[in-house]
């Protein structure tokens, strides 16, 4: 860690009191996963496929505890103000540590100085997806279609304001030339249904949220946002492939303590996620949501969410997003 200023943010999210007798002793009794989403959304899923194992591994209950609201706020500010002794630890995502920062005048918490980041369990695919029953089976018979109709007679969902869906969505309205209405919702899911509905035309979402949906017919994904096509959709292109390179962005998923948890104990976690994620059918069922498992170092994940907030502050400033 060369550079000065990761450095010292690094060390500010993970410095912790010397509690040497405290991590020998823990865990002692349950813990506890803050999910900043609602159940059903890609977050939930990746939280509930590791809880169980994450509990066998650390010898106590693993619950999961779903705080939804204000793009995931409410859940990263109860995991920032909760005691640092390794009983309350929350889900990281992309929306939660690069967006939010980026998009919100002003946050309860320092994503930096409050969280202290774990690992970074799974990186997915996003994806864009409408009503199987909406006319279009094409990305370029839906650009065609939103052209020919007055800005913002068509509509998109995400998981709500200033969520990576709706910076996905400003992006899309950038790239492809065209003006459509943002509806925003609390979580993936009740998009989703929306979308299913006909309520909304289009929904921005994570692939493994989606997924099942568009395998049942229910959806019809017309791109995803990853480096190439995923082997789960091996027929729907890439972003970059249908001339939108700006919106072709990976989504990720981890682990957060609230900052002044012991060493120790972020070790200790850390330790039993890299275990999880290595355990086959743990590989298996995040490879059928379209993902792929990562587990690195505290250190690493947090050089990812210093880049990622870094290039969500320069699109929040060029699209205008921003969120009291």
């Known amino acids: 860690m ?3 200023i990761f450095a010292a943010v690094f060390a500010a999210a993970v410095l912790a009191v010397p509690a040497v007798s405290t991590a020998q002793a823990w865990p002692s009794r349950p813990i506890k996963i803050v999910v900043q989403f609602p159940p059903g959304g890609t977050t939930d899923i990746i939280a509930r496929t590791i809880s169980d194992r994450l509990a066998q591994e650390l010898g106590q209950p693993v619950i999961v505890d779903n705080r939804p609201g204000a793009s ?3 859940g990263s500010d109860a995991v920032a103000k909760a005691a640092p002794d390794g009983y309350t630890i929350g889900m990281a995502t992309i929306t939660t540590h690069a967006i939010n920062p980026a998009v919100f005048k002003k946050l309860p ?23 199987a029953a909406l006319p279009v ?4 018979e839906f650009i065609a279609m939103a ?3 007055p800005a913002g007679a068509v509509t998109y969902g995400t998981a709500g304001l200033g969520s990576e869906g709706n910076l996905m969505g400003e992006l899309f309205n950038q790239s492809a030339g065209v003006k459509l209405l943002h509806i925003p919702y609390k979580g993936s899911a009740p998009a989703i249904q929306e979308a299913m509905g006909g309520q909304i035309d289009l929904v921005f979402d994570n692939l493994p949220s989606s997924l099942p ?3 049942s017919g229910k959806l019809r994904a017309l791109a995803v946002a990853s480096p190439k096509r995923v082997s789960v959709l091996p027929d729907v292109p890439t972003f970059a492939e249908v001339g939108l390179a700006p919106v072709n962005s990976s989504s990720w998923f981890g682990l957060i303590a609230p900052a002044k948890t012991p060493k120790e104990i972020i070790d200790r976690i ?9 355990r086959p059918e743990v590989r298996t069922a995040i490879a059928k949501l379209g993902g792929e498992p990562v587990g690195n170092r505290p250190e690493e994940f947090t050089a990812q969410i210093v880049a990622d907030l870094d290039k969500f502050k320069r699109l929040a ?3 205008g997003v921003r969120l009291d």
Not at 109 to 131: E, H, Q
Not at 270 to 278: N, P
């Open 270 to 278: 850390h330790a039993a996620s890299v275990k999880v994620l290595a």
């Open 137 to 140: 089976k094409s990305m370029p």
């Open 72 to 74: 995931g706020s409410i």
């Open 213 to 215: 949906f568009i395998q």
């Open 2 to 4: 060369s550079n000065p």
């Open 109 to 131: 918490y320092d994503v930096m100085r409050d969280l202290a980041p774990i690992t970074r369990l799974v990186s997915v695919p996003n994806v864009v997806a409408v009503s």
């Open 317 to 319: 400033d060029s699209s």
């Open 147 to 149: 052209k020919a109709k």
